[in-house]
């Protein structure tokens, strides 16, 4: 008899919860009931408000079972669940759980329905289809593809990827490189990790894809060293990939040399952004640089270099496979196609939820989100890190679209929805963006190293209600001063969280500061 298929997730947020013991039980039970079982260890599917997710597949269908705990499992066994029996744990099969089904998963499709590391499973899902396919259209055809998609960049700032990497390929160099950004610092995102534990192979298609279309022969991963289960997953997949002729010289007799370097940062927030992580990967402290020139032009090593968010990477295979026009006939206005949006904080039900620009913040939180997991009105909303805005209940009909952002004085950032229940005191959220800034700031210019120190110290003397007024104003000086005068985004924006707190909840420092909304 055919062994039964189990899915239990390693996944980082699943294994947090209890993935690898449901495991251990789940491989001890089928043993003493000697029940043949193949356990495959899948990516999260992204709704980690039910991991441990388990999944048995019967005649052809994947059952779940949400929750699971090891002290389940001989319950489970007694339910039948190798034959997909009852149980107040089973919430029947996955392909219609609304959650997962209501997406559209453009970038994390794989994420959950394949074994990560078997390049096998990988191949009957499309695996290496777009590669084939650009060696077969050529360069100029995937950049083509690219820049038509409106595909913009996943790490922060949106900027048009078909631009980038048309600079890089019109450089002329000898050597040039590709460098992914996994460096995932802001709060509340996890959509790099989910996508390098769920569908490493996928990232490394999409590397060897942009190493193509711009003619780079080197590509570098800088992931973060939070992330050491993303660690193992990456490098047994580059590993596998290289034995198998998908990375190397003459990639499946192409004639195009691709190789990948993994890179651990050392947990430094500065270091995401481009210019120190270059630096970092180049063995040196991680210290911002001045641009121009841009990393397009001169960028690791002082070569051409695309530096690329894992997500913007890894959207590119499917441009390339099915074309730029469906890709870019999702979305709105010149937010093109999806983003993983991430739910985080006080949210009952959190994780990840790929849909095309447009959807709002409301439906994201109450929709998707369930609203706070305490059952409390939403006070604030962060979206796009440390650096973004605080919003307000108000504006949760805001489209995610990154114009309608800018337009609140917000961004959308990597996708991050950190959400706050009415017990939060933002006068401290404030005073916590500033700290941050103290904290993080790489020290090269002025505004951002003395400014947030200042900064934090001028909070403190609003909330202990000294001098309130004058302390008001001069704190609108100081994040004036360190929009327009920092050298980098770190202390450029870090004036965002603070001034939104100001606008929108001023009642949270002493009564009488400031403006309100
Ligand atoms: C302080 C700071 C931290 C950043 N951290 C990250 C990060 O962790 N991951 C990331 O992809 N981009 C980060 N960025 C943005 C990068 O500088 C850069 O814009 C991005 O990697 C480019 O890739 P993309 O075009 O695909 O978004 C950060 C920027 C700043 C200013
Ligand atoms: S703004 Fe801050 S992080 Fe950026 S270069 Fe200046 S000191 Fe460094």
Redesign the pocket.
């Known amino acids: 008899m055919a062994a039964t298929l189990v899915y239990v997730p390693r996944e980082t947020s699943a294994v947090s919860v209890g993935a690898d013991e449901v495991a251990i039980a789940i491989a001890r039970h089928a043993k003493e009931a000697g029940a043949g079982i193949e356990l495959v260890r899948n990516g999260s599917w992204g709704a980690s408000w039910l991991e441990p997710l388990v999944e048995v597949v019967v005649d052809d269908q994947r059952i779940a079972y949400g929750n699971v705990t090891a002290a389940d499992v001989a319950d489970l066994f007694a339910a039948g669940f190798l034959e997909g029996g009852d149980h107040a744990r089973r919430l029947g099969p996955v392909d219609e759980i609304p959650y997962l089904i209501d997406q559209d998963r453009w970038t994390f499709w794989r994420c959950g329905l394949v074994d990560p590391l078997s390049l096998d499973d990988f191949r009957t899902h499309k695996g290496f289809a777009a590669l084939e396919k650009a060696f077969a259209i050529g360069h100029d055809a995937v950049l083509e593809a690219v820049a038509a998609s409106g595909l913009r960049?996943?790490?922060?700032?949106g900027?048009p990827?078909g631009i980038?990497w048309r600079t890089v390929a019109d450089t002329e160099s000898e050597q040039k490189y590709v460098a992914c950004?996994a460096?995932?610092?802001?709060s509340g995102t996890f959509s790099d990790r989910m996508l390098m534990e769920g569908d490493p192979f996928g990232l490394i298609e999409s590397m060897a894809l942009a190493g193509f279309a711009v003619g780079a022969s080197k590509g570098y991963i800088y992931l973060r060293s939070e992330y050491p289960l993303a660690h193992t997953v990456l490098s047994r997949a580059i590993e596998t990939a290289r034995h198998n002729g998908w990375l190397g010289n003459d990639i499946q007799g192409s004639g195009f040399d691709f190789d990948i370097d993994l890179h651990l940062g050392a947990g430094s927030?500065?270091c995401?952004?481009?210019t120190a992580m270059l630096e970092s990967l180049e063995g040196k402290k991680g210290i911002v640089r001045y641009k121009p020139p841009l990393p397009a032009i001169e960028g690791l090593f002082g070569k051409p270099t695309v530096?690329?968010?894992v997500v913007?990477l890894a959207s590119v295979p499917n441009i390339v496979r099915l074309g730029a026009e469906r890709y870019a006939s999702l979305g709105v206005g010149r937010s093109k196609g999806t983003l993983a949006f991430q739910l985080a904080g006080n949210i009952k039900r959190g994780g990840l939820v790929e849909k095309p620009f447009g959807i709002t913040l409301r439906e994201l939180i109450e929709d998707w989100g369930g609203g706070t997991a305490s059952g409390r009105p939403v006070k604030a909303v962060q979206v796009g890190g440390p650096l973004g805005a605080y919003l307000p209940a108000s504006q949760l009909d805001t489209p995610m679209d990154y114009e309608a952002f800018i337009q609140i004085d917000a961004m959308i950032g990597?996708g991050g929805i950190v959400v706050f229940d009415d017990t939060a005191d933002m006068a401290q959220q404030a005073r916590f963006a500033m700290e941050f800034c103290a904290l993080e700031s790489c020290g090269k210019c002025t505004p951002c190293r003395i400014g947030s120190t200042r900064g934090v110290e001028v909070i403190d003397k609003m909330i202990a209600n000294d001098d309130r007024d004058a302390n008001y104003d001069l704190l609108v000086e100081l994040c004036d001063t360190m929009e327009g005068a920092s050298l980098?985004?770190?202390g450029g924006m870090t004036p965002y969280p603070v001034r939104s707190v100001l606008k929108h909840f001023a009642g949270d420092f002493a009564p009488a500061a400031g403006g309100s909304e």
């Open positions: 960049g996943r790490g922060g700032a900027f990827t980038k950004n460096d995932e610092g802001d927030y500065v995401g952004e481009e530096v690329n968010n913007t990597h980098c985004a770190m």
